[in-house]
């Protein structure tokens, strides 16, 4: 890396002018059709053919990447939504036959048998099912799918709320529920709740709206159902839908009793007659709120020290995306919610958005994103675009393990020794947390899509079966059924990003091994870890997984297992 400054630059291309940018698809057009025209005559002239179109597909991936990281960075602005919209009416509908097109050249050429390097057998299989699936009448309706998609982000963008004559965003508002005034988090519970409500109806009608459109996205391609299609989309070669069910039975009987146990701790701790959902945030012992940072520099700086210490690559990583500009961390009114990190193909140096407050919650997003930074930068030089598109198995796998092998730096955060214990017991409740929430929206997501022509109120009968089936039986929601019904409102994944869940819990289950591997060797742990990601999506998920020496596994004997030790290092914080 450059000494002299951080920021990186990219490789110089070989295909697309250097000055070139994206104006119109009439300036694109050329590129694909010369791909699509030229004729190969050799096994090297393949792997050429290969490293132009990786080149060109990561330049155009790039041009839409900051659109719309310019566009959820401020959803007011108009030129950025236009920006985006136009890629995505205009550019995008005309790119997708002739990805098809270059496919199936890609998957009949002679010299394949040739290429004995790694990945390109990965990549062949990627490439055959993705040409078994298209349709061209698929492709208006993933424009008007991704249009509407991006409303969801616009309607919560703008939702805000006032509190004691301040307004805050949802996010920001959600920092009171960690205080240790009752009356003051359930203010501020019921009127975030509230707020969602008053948008119940319009977030409703969109989803169904989706809903249709994806399900008629699924018949168009032969599928009975959207679900069925999405498996081969997000090319899940290595498990099925039944193994999806047997993971959420396996944490409804080996996850779901430590959420009794920790709810029952919760309400004699907090000596109330009733626990009630404005009660799950706050710190059991009535203490103020952790307060990690102070505000998104100094979030960035202590982060940037925490990874340095686990190995100093890893804190160049964030330097240089630090020097680069490439962190938009603090929540701000018209800022869309969530968080990401997104790739940037062609430089190969990524972006993070977040909302952060000063929240435990808000370190751990920092952590969890940045772990994606890592793995970015692990596979930036390598060969081809498509081996470094990894499946969400492997990406959130890069992302939750940083979560937990970060923890013996977290001092970095917190100096008082028993916040630092305490900021410990709450991260690893969350994981208990975490995964009968996964279980809630997948099971959801399956349902949804496996009957297309439910009704509304069907709807709010099974998220409430399938809420109560993975949560505790202690927390009382008496008078509060509405804002329950809606619930599932919040998960920005339902709307735009479909099926994109289960793979936090297959994730969250690989990281506690890899912690596992860690406690026991931490050289060895952080090794295997790295050795992972840098694979890309060169091998199959369970290779992945096996790089990093654990198993991709869900089954109950697992999970059991996992479960065991997490309790077990959270006995050590008791």
């Not at 997708?96 to 097109?101: E, Q, R, T």
């Not at 958005?353 to 030089?381: C, K, P, Q, W, Y």
């Not at 969400?392 to 092998?405: G, H, K, N």
């Not at 349902?447 to 409430?464: D, K, L």
Request: aromatic share 12%; charged share 30%; net charge negative.
């Amino acid at each position: 890396m450059n000494q002299t400054s951080k920021a990186l630059t990219r490789e110089p291309r070989q295909f697309l002018p250097e000055e070139f940018s994206i104006t119109d698809w009439e300036s694109l057009k050329p590129f694909y059709q010369e791909l699509l025209d030229r004729e190969i005559s050799s096994v090297d002239q393949l792997r050429s053919w290969f490293k132009d179109r990786s080149e060109l597909e990561s330049v155009v991936s790039e041009d839409l990447a900051w659109r719309y990281i310019n566009m959820t960075c401020d959803t007011t602005n108009t030129d950025y939504q236009q920006s985006y919209q136009f890629f995505v009416t205009e550019i995008q509908p005309r790119i997708a036959p002739f990805a098809n097109k270059l496919n199936e050249k890609a998957v009949t050429e002679p010299y394949w048998d040739q290429i004995t390097e790694e990945g390109y057998d990965i990549m062949h299989r990627n490439l055959k099912k993705e040409l078994e699936i298209f349709r061209e009448e698929n492709i208006p309706l993933f424009t008007k799918i991704q249009t509407k998609s991006k409303e969801y982000g616009a309607i919560s963008g703008a939702m805000t709320v006032e509190i004691e004559g301040q307004e805050y965003t949802l996010q920001q508002a959600a920092v009171r529920l960690q205080l240790p005034d009752r009356e003051k988090r359930k203010t501020a519970y019921t009127t975030i709740q509230s707020r969602r409500l008053q948008d119940s109806d319009k977030l409703d009608d969109l989803f169904n709206q989706l809903i249709s459109l994806r399900h008629q996205v699924a018949v168009n391609a032969d599928f009975a159902n959207f679900r069925d299609y999405m498996f081969d989309a997000m090319g899940r070669f290595d498990y099925t839908p039944q193994d999806c069910f047997n993971f959420h039975q396996s944490v409804a009987q080996e996850v779901v009793p430590f959420l009794n146990i920790m709810s029952e701790e919760r309400k004699s701790l907090l000596d109330v007659a009733n626990l009630r959902p404005w009660d799950k945030a706050v710190d059991p012992l009535s203490r103020e709120p952790l307060k990690p940072f102070t505000d998104s520099e100094d979030l960035t700086d202590k982060t940037i020290e925490c990874f340095r210490r686990l190995d100093p690559y890893l804190g160049e990583c964030l330097t240089i995306m630090k020097e680069m500009g490439h962190l938009d961390l603090e929540s701000r009114k018209g800022k869309a919610p969530g968080g990401y990190n997104y790739p940037l193909a062609e430089i190969g140096v990524p972006f993070i958005f977040m909302n952060a407050t000063s929240t435990l919650r808000d370190m751990i997003t920092i952590l969890h994103e940045g772990g994606h930074a890592v793995h970015s930068f692990v596979t930036r030089n390598l060969e081809l675009g498509n081996f470094k598109n990894t499946p969400s198995e492997v990406a959130e796998l890069a992302s939750m393990s940083m979560e937990l092998i970060s923890m013996d730096h977290w001092d970095v955060y917190f100096e008082n020794p028993e916040d630092l214990k305490r900021a410990k017991k709450e991260h690893l409740e969350q994981i208990l947390e975490t995964l009968p929430w996964v279980a809630i929206i997948d099971k959801f997501q399956h349902w949804i899509y496996e009957n297309p022509g439910h009704t509304v109120a069907q709807r709010i009968e099974q998220w409430n079966g399938i809420f109560d089936t993975f949560s505790d039986d202690i927390t009382d929601w008496s008078e509060l059924q509405p804002m329950k019904d809606y619930l599932w409102q919040k998960q920005l994944h339902l709307y735009e990003v479909p099926f994109y869940y289960i793979e936090y819990g297959m994730a969250q289950l690989g990281a506690v091994a890899i912690w596992k591997n860690f406690k026991q060797d931490p050289q060895k742990g952080l090794q295997g870890y790295l050795d992972a990601l840098k694979l890309g999506y060169m091998r199959s998920i369970p290779e992945v997984y096996a790089a990093a020496n654990i198993k991709f596994d869900f089954s109950r004997d697992y999970i059991r297992d996992l479960m065991n030790f997490v309790d077990q290092e959270l006995e050590k914080l008791r």
